[in-house]
T-cell receptor
């Protein structure tokens, strides 16, 4: 089945140690998104890639970066994780190609713990 | 995107219909109503969407009032697996490439 896969499901990192979360998709969608969801809160959009174009949300901290080496993969890099960055990180995809369904497909998320 | 208002939580007995309301009084003519749900520790899942006509699929029904200022998501025979946070989102179809903006949603708890 076509899907959005996030690895790992659980990630523990040390305070200040760079960490990378990964997302892959088999849907061939041209837009990929990263959300942060803290405990008991709604998902909050960090940024998205429309094809190769990176679009950052205005309030996303500089500590968060992203890479999209090809259509299928997108990475979230946290340069210096703080305790406040502990959260579930969700990847989502969508297609903006003419004739495609414009729905969003989410991965199962990576739960990040900072120690 | 128009703002939505949902009750923070609701209970429903297993096997009964769950009716989740959403107010979107500032909705504009070209905005659709979308519903997503998020089961604990999973990513959000699409349920249904509509513009002005009532919609039904294998998961749920969506009833939109004639003035489009509110809507109700109906899960006809709720099961324990329907316990989740349900998000009502208003946006244009396609809506550019912007991501979904989630409100606080309704935490639906299905009671055995």
């Amino acid at each position: 089945d076509a899907m959005v896969i996030q690895n790992p499901r659980y990630q523990v990192t040390q305070f200040g140690k760079p960490v990378t979360l990964s997302c892959s998709q088999t849907l061939n969608h041209n837009v990929m998104y990263w959300y942060q969801q803290k405990s008991s809160q709604a998902p909050k959009l960090l940024f998205h890639y429309y094809d190769k174009d990176f679009n950052n949300e205005a309030d996303t901290p500089d500590n968060f970066q992203s890479r999209r080496p090809n259509t299928s993969f997108c990475f979230l890099d946290i340069r210096s994780p703080g305790l406040g960055d502990a959260a579930m990180y969700l990847c989502a995809t969508s297609s903006r190609r003419t004739g495609d369904n414009y729905g969003y497909t989410f991965g199962s998320g990576t739960r990040l713990t900072v120690v | 995107d128009a703002k939505t208002t949902q009750p923070p939580s609701m209970d429903c007995a297993e096997g009964r219909a769950a009716n989740l309301p959403c107010n979107h009084s500032t909705i504009s003519g070209n905005e659709y109503v979308y519903w997503y749900r998020q089961i604990h520790s999973q990513g959000p899942q699409y349920i249904i969407h509509g513009l002005k006509n009532n919609e039904t699929n294998e998961m749920a029904s969506l009833i939109i009032t004639e003035d489009r200022k509110s809507s109700t998501l109906i899960l006809p025979h709720a099961t324990l697996r329907d316990t989740a946070v349900y998000y009502c989102i208003v946006r244009m179809y396609g809506g550019g490439a912007d991501g979904l903006t989630f409100g606080k949603g309704t935490h639906l708890i299905i009671q055995p």
